[in-house]
């Protein structure tokens, strides 16, 4: 049996895998930790911090092992994780994952940006301009008005472009699953492709009609593949009954 531990991205939360999770088969326990970004005086702004508090969640889950699933930023940090703890995680599921490219929100931010401005940002997150909700504005601009928060934030985002994970790639023994946007806009599907040809051991499927949020934009297909893989990976047993004569082992 294993336990998925869902990753949100940079401006992500947790409950943009609520779907998601709801639409797993019941025998997979998930989690879904709240990652300390851009969230006042306790946040993190490094990877290697992330990482850190990623393995103290699965410490204190008591259970195992592990798929990590993550998107954007949340997707390194999955795969650090792994290559960190290869011992614990069963496989890795990532969507728009950073690590090798990412098209960035930290540089070329006004001082005081408009509302619009952030609207035209967040639209860009998604294939369908419907999911860049007035809510999800509103919460990206309050993070980009609040200073501490957004220089936090901007620290996070280049300890990520710093740290290139091409040359690492090729040494994660855990089977991948890459569910990716076809239209990302993000993290273009070349790099989801540049993410297949590295590691060893992955299947890459696009999503069409999603960008770089494909568990929010069709959760239900998303959790369809996640399902899969989850199933392959821990396959569920019967026990059938024994045949006149046959003696249990």
């Known amino acids: ?14 409950a943009d895998f609520a779907r998601v999770r709801f639409l797993l088969p019941e025998r997979f326990p998930s989690l879904a930790p709240e990652l300390p970004i851009a969230s006042g005086s306790g946040s993190l702004d490094s990877i290697d911090q992330l990482v850190d ?9 008591g259970s195992g092992p592990f798929v ?10 999955a795969i650090r994780t792994a290559l960190a703890a290869p011992e614990r995680i069963a496989g890795l599921v990532l969507a728009g994952s950073s ?3 990412e098209r960035g929100l930290e540089s070329g931010v006004p001082r005081r940006p408009e509302r619009s401005w952030v609207a035209a940002k967040v639209s860009e997150v998604f294939h369908d301009p419907v999911h860049a909700t007035d809510a999800l504005v ?12 957004y220089l936090s ?14 040359s690492v790639l090729p ?20 790099t989801a492709r540049d993410f297949e040809r ?24 998303f959790a369809f593949h996640l399902s899969a893989f989850l199933r392959d990976l821990s396959p569920e047993t019967v026990d059938l009954p024994l045949e006149s004569g046959e003696e249990a082992a």
């Open 1 to 14: 049996m294993v336990t998925v531990v869902f990753l949100h991205g940079l401006f992500g939360r947790a």
């Open 53 to 61: 508090f990623v393995e103290g969640e699965l410490d204190a889950s």
């Open 68 to 77: 990590l699933v993550g998107n954007s930023l949340g997707g390194h940090v």
């Open 99 to 101: 690590g090798l490219f």
């Open 138 to 149: 509103d919460e990206t601009r309050a993070i980009l008005l609040d200073r501490r928060r």
């Open 153 to 166: 934030l901007v620290r996070l985002a280049r300890s990520a472009k710093q740290e290139n994970l091409a």
């Open 171 to 190: 040494g994660l023994s855990a089977p991948t699953l890459l569910l990716w946007g076809a239209e990302d806009r993000i993290t273009p599907p070349e």
């Open 198 to 221: 590295l590691l060893p051991r992955t299947r890459l499927l696009f999503q069409p009609s999603c960008g770089h949020a494909p568990m929010i934009e069709n959760a239900r297909k």
